[in-house]
């Protein structure tokens, strides 16, 4: 089945360094969604995007929905402890009967003190 | 208002024996579903329910049955469990009927021997 191509698989970065990461799909999505999950718990929504070319902020968290639709990026500045977790984009083609998400495959971030 | 709930928490089942993982929520959503989580592999979706009633085969479904009990819970059945289903099993809920966000619970940590 389809997975979203999410990149990198993992960063090891220092506290107050800001974070990039991205998501590409070789399909058009309608609707980019940023999930965060910490160990032991389920993953929680951070961002939701639904327009193309969006740019839309939460906090320290910063995300885009790429103009061409198959693509959305999420910026973390300044990092925390706390920060901590592994980040899922997931895209929704928002079709009538169903939701259905297609998530990446995560990218593991680490914050150093 | 507790969102999505999931029983149990962790399971440790033998090649062959059965049992039911239980999700309710409590936010009147329509729709249900079922994901497994894999290293490396992010959530894959393994059942939904678009609305009360109904029931579809997501991306792995094989192995699987689910039930629609009511609008709250849905449940998911392995009916003869097998080292590969091995997985924390997510369930999750959203409003429904197009482009919408889904709310995850904690998760279920279910191992095969």
């Known amino acids: 089945g389809q997975q979203l191509n999410q990149s990198p698989q993992s960063m090891f970065i220092q506290e107050g360094e800001d974070v990039s990461m991205n998501c590409t799909s070789s399909s058009i999505f309608n609707t980019w969604l940023w999930y965060k999950q910490e160990p032991g718990e389920g993953p929680v929504l951070l961002i939701a995007l639904y327009k193309a070319g969006e740019l839309t902020s939460n906090g320290r968290l910063t995300a885009q929905f790429g103009i061409t639709r198959k693509d959305s990026f999420l910026n973390i500045s300044a990092s925390i402890p706390s920060d901590v977790g592994i980040y899922f984009c997931?895209?929704?083609?928002?079709?009538?009967?169903?939701?259905?998400?297609?998530f990446g495959t995560g990218t593991r971030l680490q914050v150093f003190p | 208002n507790a969102g999505v709930t999931q029983t149990p928490k962790f399971q440790v089942l033998k090649t062959g024996q059965s049992m039911t993982l239980q999700c309710a929520q409590d936010?009147?959503?329509?729709?249900m579903y079922w994901y497994r989580q894999d290293p490396g592999m992010g959530l894959r979706l393994i059942y939904y329910s678009a609305s009360e009633g109904t029931t579809d085969k997501g991306e792995v479904p094989n192995g699987y049955n689910v039930s629609r009990l009511n609008k709250r819970e849905f449940s998911l059945r392995l009916e003869s469990a097998a080292p590969s289903q091995t997985s924390v099993y997510f369930c999750?809920?959203?409003?429904?009927?197009?482009?919408?966000?889904?709310?995850f619970g904690p998760g279920t940590r279910l191992t095969v021997l």
């Open positions: 936010m009147n959503h329509n729709s």
């Open positions: 997931a895209g929704q083609r928002g079709s009538y009967n169903t939701d259905k998400l297609i």
């Open positions: 999750a809920s959203s409003r429904g009927g197009g482009a919408d966000t889904q709310y």
